[in-house]
């Protein structure tokens, strides 16, 4: 019985994609958002994505270069993101990332206009902050009294949030050196800016006590200047930092700092104070906490006014 030589298939191809024809500018203009103006890696990896999902979009129109750009290739993404509901913030987003990207553009001599000028971002509800009131604040500290490793670092980490208002990338930055002993933070924000945060009584006696009574025995004699650490030694990341947070007090780190700056406000800080407090590089960051605080405004006024 005759058999039949099999047919050679054709070997699989291994030639690399194209390289995309946005590619080079838009790593160049990555790079100079990192080094010149110093944005975070999780913000400059946002970028990547809007622009790289705004390109192919482009490019599926037959778009080859960035000066085939216009209004018009603009607006059809804006209504191909519409068309996928897309929320407001997110469109938002993308239009200000196209804007500054095509704006570099002008100022490197590499397109003659920017055709995003003039297009209006949607506008997106401003949601309020949820704070805790100044009495559910302080019930949830007192709280956790144990007096385990874990009920110390938990405690430590709630009473400095509070204390602070820091960003849970700020708080997983701290340092034995830069923390213990002191009464105030010097703390390095968003962009590579740097600010001083006065530490309160009570959040400087939960670190100490942390600090003699609770670390030692998580640290288990590995060496590291971190102030925080889990039960195997390891300095916490934000993430662990988050669900340790939500796991004690039910809510978000996020929610202390909110409630930071809304009990400061309440108790009569000025709003500039706040910001720097915060970190905020626009004043109008900051002013969302005035809404917040508008019901206490009123009931302060009913309460002092001889003729409300």
Do not use: C
């Not at 804007?99 to 490197?108: H, M």
């Not at 971002?121 to 805790?132: E, F, G, N």
């Not at 004690?248 to 996020?254: D, E, I, L, Q, S």
């Not at 407090?277 to 001889?306: D, F, K």
Request: charged share 25%.
């Amino acid at each position: 019985m005759s058999t039949m030589a099999a047919t050679p298939k054709n070997p699989p191809s291994h030639e690399p994609d194209p390289i995309p024809w946005w590619d080079a500018d838009l790593g160049a203009y990555l790079s100079r958002l990192e080094s010149q103006r110093g944005l975070s890696e999780h913000t400059v990896a946002a970028y990547r994505r809007d622009l790289t999902q705004f390109f192919r979009h482009a490019e599926g129109r037959g778009l080859d270069s960035l000066a085939g750009i216009d209004r018009t290739s603009i607006r059809m993404f804006l209504a191909h993101l519409d068309g996928e509901g897309y929320a407001r913030r997110s469109v938002a987003r993308k239009i200000s990332a196209i804007r500054a990207f095509l704006s570099d553009g002008v100022r490197r001599g590499m397109l003659s206009a920017n055709p995003a000028d003039g297009i209006a971002r949607p506008k997106s509800r401003r949601t309020l902050p949820k704070a805790l009131t100044q009495r559910a604040a302080t019930s949830l500290l007192e709280a956790i009294d144990g007096d385990d490793p874990k009920s110390l670092r938990d405690r430590a980490i709630l009473e400095t949030l509070y204390a602070t208002g820091l960003r849970v990338s700020e708080l997983a930055s701290l340092t034995m050196e830069g923390t213990v002993g002191l009464d105030r933070l010097a703390v390095e924000g968003k962009g590579g800016r740097h600010r001083i945060i006065p530490l309160g009584a009570q959040a400087r006696i939960a670190i100490d006590r942390y600090v003699r009574a609770g670390r030692p025995l998580l640290l288990d004699e590995r060496p590291t200047d971190a102030l925080w650490v889990g039960a195997r030694g390891v300095p916490m990341s934000p993430r662990t930092l988050r669900r340790t947070v939500r796991d004690r007090a039910g809510t978000f780190p996020h929610a202390l700092r909110h409630s930071f700056a809304t009990h400061l406000l309440e108790r009569g800080a000025d709003l500039t104070s706040v910001q720097q407090l915060l970190g905020h590089v626009e004043l109008g960051t900051t002013q969302i906490y005035t809404s917040v605080t508008r019901h206490h405004m009123r009931a302060t006024y009913e309460r002092s006014h001889p003729r409300a």
